[in-house]
């Protein structure tokens, strides 16, 4: 469908494009870009992909620049200059960065022949990504009102395609929607009591790449090792690591020096390597939209890939708990609303556009506030444009001890202060000498009794002496009010849009948990379905066809029964222990073990093991 959406674009049609993971996206803005006279802006939220676009441009003689993040003010004037008269044909920029009022003098007084918008459903609020920076997008409308608009994405339910074209204010745009369906990908669902060992099973063979998703930054650590520890090579990745180490272990991902990464959703959008076999998920995702997006980096080379989704009756809990049980209600944001501005004493009618540093947790031990629905009161308040939270929201400071235990207590013997900051840190977090660790600086305030200043200081001089290498984050966050305090009114007019998200969060939940509970079905079917595409067929690979078209004949159940029976005469075993003394599927051996069960040849003892009856 490339064709047909390049053709749009130099025809100067605003144009919408919808195609899957892999599908070629960023050709559909670059061709029409270079036939035309002027530049082409490109607005994305993923910096990594970025940056490998324009490297990937300038490997071809193709003029292309980033502003990246981190670069001063000076710098920053310096590249926009050189993009006005350099003749480049491409600026990539992030919607944050858009805001700056120098870049949009510039851009005001560029010969713009495309906006391209990049994973455009964040626009839109009922998007699984929305950013709230994405709406500022419109700016580039207003400053260049002729310029076609392209928006692209591979996740677009109906009703969010529909708000996306909407919030861009594009004009009567064609929309180019290819198929969803991938045929090369497997979509498996099971019930795994012991996922680590199922894991272990998919990957022991794996001949390529693989992903697997965890919830936390704890659990990417620990199942990486336990990975290793049964010779599979991997590392982990989440938000908490350096922007610098996150590239690396990209790098070495891609480059097969291991091959399996187990990572937090920070390793999400952009995320393009083609040789990946096997996505796992260790939990149930939030939404359809999250695990179509994830699942998705499996198979881009177009062979054999599985998708594959473990869970057990603790995970539906627990996803219900998490993402439902705790949204915040109207009642809830009025109070949080109304106590950020006594924190910050903010007087009524004022604090519009004011920033301040915004440390959570201290936030939350001042009111003594439960964490969670806190947390996820301020990021609807984000969502609903009433505050803006910086980009490091949720971050900890990181610390790595760089030298051996025995080197590091002799250093404390020459600084007390640096003595009782750092055995409290060794305290605390174990495995601080062997990878980059999460560390909370109030805590750490807390226990030694020394104030922040003190700490921080401490760790900038073990820092210098190359004890410990850090990423400091002192706060959480810059937050800033977007509105004049009004308390009550102010929530009272987005109080619809506060039960509207609610109702969608938990309307996403229940759908994953029905595409968990759904066996009749086909597994593609269902997930196209859920993005509007009603025609697609029954894929034959996914754990639902598999099921249906895997009946063994008769016979040779019969055969597989009398080796079952024969194995237990020695005595009381798991299924597993089964699978591993015969050479018959295990899907196969756990039909046969329910058949026997219902005929009251074996029965099951509470071990989970098996037994002649």
């Known amino acids: 469908m490339q064709e047909e959406i390049i053709n749009s674009v130099m025809n100067g049609k605003d144009t919408v494009a919808l195609l899957p993971t892999g599908g070629g996206k960023s050709l559909c803005f670059q061709v029409p870009a270079l036939a035309m006279e002027g530049i082409c802006i490109v607005v994305s939220p993923l910096v990594a992909l970025m940056g490998d676009q324009v490297n990937a441009l300038g490997e071809r003689g193709i003029k292309a620049l980033n502003l990246k993040g981190g670069i001063s003010f000076d ?16 600026l990539y920029l992030s919607p944050e960065r858009l805001q700056q009022e120098i870049v949009q003098n510039y851009i005001k007084q560029m010969n713009v022949n495309l906006i391209a918008v990049d994973e455009a459903h964040c626009i839109s609020q009922w998007g699984n990504d929305f950013r709230p920076a994405y709406k500022n997008i419109t700016l580039l409308r207003e400053i260049h009102p002729l310029v076609p608009i392209i928006a692209l994405t591979a996740t677009a339910t109906p009703e969010v395609l529909e708000d996306t074209i909407s919030e861009l204010k594009m004009e009567l745009p064609a929309v180019f929607r290819n198929s969803f369906v991938r045929e090369n990908l497997s979509y498996q669902v099971f019930k795994e009591e012991d996922k680590l060992y199922k894991t272990e099973q998919l990957l022991k063979t794996n001949k390529g790449s693989a992903i697997v998703y965890v919830r936390s930054r704890k659990s990417s650590i620990e199942i990486s090792e336990q990975l290793n520890s049964l010779g599979i090579s991997a590392s982990f990745y989440h ?178 202060t640096a003595s009782v900051v750092g055995k409290t840190i060794l305290r605390i977090y174990g495995g601080i000498f062997e990878m980059p660790t999460a560390i909370n600086l109030d805590v750490i305030t807390s226990k030694t009794g020394q104030s922040i200043e003190t700490v921080i200081a401490v760790l900038k001089k073990m820092e210098r002496d190359h004890v410990v290498e850090m990423a400091l984050q002192i706060t959480d966050a810059t937050l800033t009010f977007l509105v004049p305090r009004e308390d009550e009114k102010t929530i ?28 009749k079905t086909c597994r593609s079917v269902q997930l196209v379905s859920y993005f509007g595409e009603t025609t697609a067929s029954k894929c034959g690979i996914c754990s639902v066809c598999k099921t249906q078209n895997s009946m063994l004949p008769n016979r040779e159940i019969e055969h597989l029964a009398k080796k079952i029976l024969a194995v237990l005469e020695s005595g009381d075993l798991s299924s597993r222990e089964i699978s591993e003394k015969l050479t018959f599927a295990e899907a196969d051996i756990l039909k046969v073990l329910r058949l026997l069960i219902d005929a009251d040849k074996i029965k099951i003892n509470p071990k989970k093991q098996y037994y002649l009856n």
């Not at 926009?80 to 044909?89: I, R």
């Open 492 to 519: 009272n007019v987005i109080s619809r849009e506060i039960e509207a998200l609610n109702r969608k969060k938990t309307a996403q939940v229940d759908s994953v948990l029905n595409y968990i509970a759904n066996t």
């Open 75 to 90: 710098e920053l004037n310096t590249l926009l200059d050189n993009t006005l008269y350099g003749n480049y044909k491409f």
């Open 239 to 416: 938000g908490g690591i350096s922007t610098k180490e996150k590239a690396q272990k990209l790098q070495s991902w891609r480059s097969g020096t291991f091959s399996t990464m187990v990572a937090t959703n920070a390793f999400g959008m952009g995320i393009d390597h083609p040789n990946v076999r096997y996505v796992i998920h260790l939990q149930i995702p939030e939404s359809l939209e999250s695990y179509f997006q994830e699942a998705g980096r499996a198979g881009r080379d177009g062979e054999y890939a599985a998708a594959v989704l473990l869970y057990n009756v603790y995970d539906k809990i627990y996803v219900k708990q998490q993402y439902v049980e705790s949204l915040p209600t109207t009642s809830d944001l009025k109070k949080i609303y109304r106590t950020l501005n006594n924190y910050f004493q903010i007087p009524y009618g004022e604090g519009e556009f004011t920033k301040h540093n915004f440390d959570f947790s201290e936030f939350c031990k001042t009111y003594n506030l439960n964490t969670l629905p806190t947390y996820n009161a301020l990021n609807s308040l984000d969502r609903l444009s009433i505050i803006q939270l910086s980009q490091e929201f949720g971050r900890k400071s990181i610390v790595q001890f760089l030298i051996s235990s025995e080197e590091v207590l002799l250093y404390f013997e020459k600084d007390v």
